[in-house]
């Protein structure tokens, strides 16, 4: 089985690198640099970036990037998929150099979601120096945060999470999207790390690949504060603060530049895989998190 350590970084796609810029900057309250090969690096920690965004003609999510170990750890993954039968393709030196890593397999799950293998991040270990003042966000070796993915083919995505890739189920829920309308599962997956859930999928299509990716901050005043920057900055709010049930994070959600939404939040659960029991939770907040703001 493969042993994914952390989500490393994510990959969107958008028409305005100068309006992702902004919105880094000015609302998330991260460092931005070009990146090599065109693109827009986002910093939120001592890596060069965790965010990578590209320019093109669609505004959309386009792969996640996960962290393996070491050497081994991917020559074992890769052999892991080739047993399997599982189609992969090698990252060439150019996209390795854009990626800031040894070496990457790209692989796509049943859903046509992309995840990029890799090991051997590069860093300069530069400080991250928040140009709205925020302290820091809760990276290190949880990885940037989560990403919730559409999953419409839902039994074989999860299958595939799961025994290929090693993801372990974190808690279930199954979301009904009005009254009398059908339950559509949302399946939340942790990797080798202490944080709740560092993928989640859900039974339902995602016109711009991603449902939402989640970044913490270490307290209620940064939450806070970033929900004022938001507001001053038009950007458009998608559920209103609350806390979640499952993974105790108290968050607001809102648009990125990409289409999809970004939940900023602080205070997620940390787990013990050893002491955890899955279970499915019934109410998707103990309070809050009006998504209805969203259709608004």
């Keep these: 089985m493969i042993d994914i350590r952390e989500l490393g970084y ?65 020559a074992a ?23 800031g890593v040894q ?31 925020v302290p820091r966000f809760v990276t290190g070796n949880m990885g940037l945060g989560h990403v919730v993915l559409p999953a419409p ?17 974190s808690d279930t829920m199954n979301h009904k999207p009005a009254p009398d309308a059908d339950p559509l599962r949302i399946h939340f997956m942790h990797c080798n790390n202490p944080r709740h859930h560092s993928l989640a999928i859900a039974e339902f299509p995602v016109p711009s690949g991603c449902v939402h990716a989640m970044v913490e901050v270490d307290s209620m005043t940064e939450v806070g504060r970033a929900h004022d920057r938001r507001e001053a900055q038009g950007v458009k709010l998608s559920a209103t603060l609350g ?16 289409g999809f939404d970004m939940e900023y939040g602080c205070g997620g659960l940390q787990v013990d895989w050893d002491e955890h029991s899955a279970f499915e939770f019934t109410r998707v907040s103990v309070w809050g998190h009006d998504f209805s703001v969203g259709f608004k």
């Excluded at 990146?35 to 093109?56: H, N, V």
């Design 103 to 133: 070496a990457l397999a790209i692989l796509r799950d049943p859903a046509g979601n992309r995840h990029e293998l890799y090991w051997g991040h590069r860093s300069d270990f530069q400080p991250f120096v928040s140009p709205q003042g």
């Design 153 to 169: 083919n839902f039994d074989e995505t999860r299958a595939f999470l799961k025994d290929v890739l090693g993801f372990g189920l």
């Design 243 to 258: 806390e979640h049930l499952n993974d105790h994070m108290t968050s607001f959600y809102m648009k990125t530049p990409s």
């Design 77 to 99: 993954a890769t052999a892991e998929l080739d047993q399997r039968g599982i189609a992969w393709e090698a990252g060439d030196a150019v996209l390795c150099n854009q990626r």
């Design 10 to 74: 994510f990959v969107a796609q958008a028409e305005s690198l100068k309006e992702w810029q902004d919105y880094a900057e000015n609302v998330l309250g991260m460092m931005t640099t070009e990146a090599p090969e065109g693109g827009l690096y986002i910093k939120m920690d001592a890596r060069p970036f965790r965010m990578l965004i590209l320019e093109g003609s669609e505004n959309r999510y386009l792969a996640s990037g996960w962290e393996l170990a070491s050497e081994e750890a991917f």
